[in-house]
Nanobody, 124 residues
Framework: VQLQAFGGGLVQTGDSLRLSCAAS????????VGWFRQNSGKERDFVAG????????RYSDSVKGRFTIPRDNAENTVYLQMNELKPEDTAVYYC??????????????????WGPGTEVTVSS
């Protein structure tokens, strides 16, 4: 499966932004998807993940209550809805996928397929 993340941009503190992870090449509904973010020189951190059925979702503590991760299998897309954005949310955001999995992994090693990132900058 090929992934493409888009929707990043420059926003202000408190704004909302929705990222999209569009998939092609396979039946996306069977894949669990995670969103990660990374700043220069730092590790890639887990943000949110949703399993293939949508029944199991995980969030990092830093985004819980502000971000959601809906998926639209008909559109082969998983979103990252980001609300109440803060400057510390600034990063390059990546989506990743792995076939199956009942619970979305919080580790980068839990995913096989990665797309290029999309940059989000939150100004104070």
């Amino acid at each position: 499966v090929q992934l493409q993340a888009f929707g990043g941009g420059l926003v202000q503190t408190g704004d909302s932004l929705r990222l999209s992870c569009a998939a092609s090449g396979d039946t996306f509904k069977w894949y669990s998807v995670g969103w990660f973010r990374q700043n220069s020189g730092k590790e890639r951190d887990f943000v949110a993940g949703i399993n293939w059925s949508g029944a199991n979702i995980r969030y990092s503590d830093s985004v819980k209550g502000r971000f959601t991760i809906p998926r639209d299998n008909a559109e082969n897309t998983v979103y990252l809805q980001m609300n109440e954005l803060k400057p510390e949310d600034t990063a390059v955001y990546y989506c990743a996928a792995v076939y199956g999995k009942e619970f979305p992994s919080t580790r980068t090693t839990g995913y096989v397929y990665w797309g290029p990132g999309t940059e989000v900058t939150v100004s104070s």
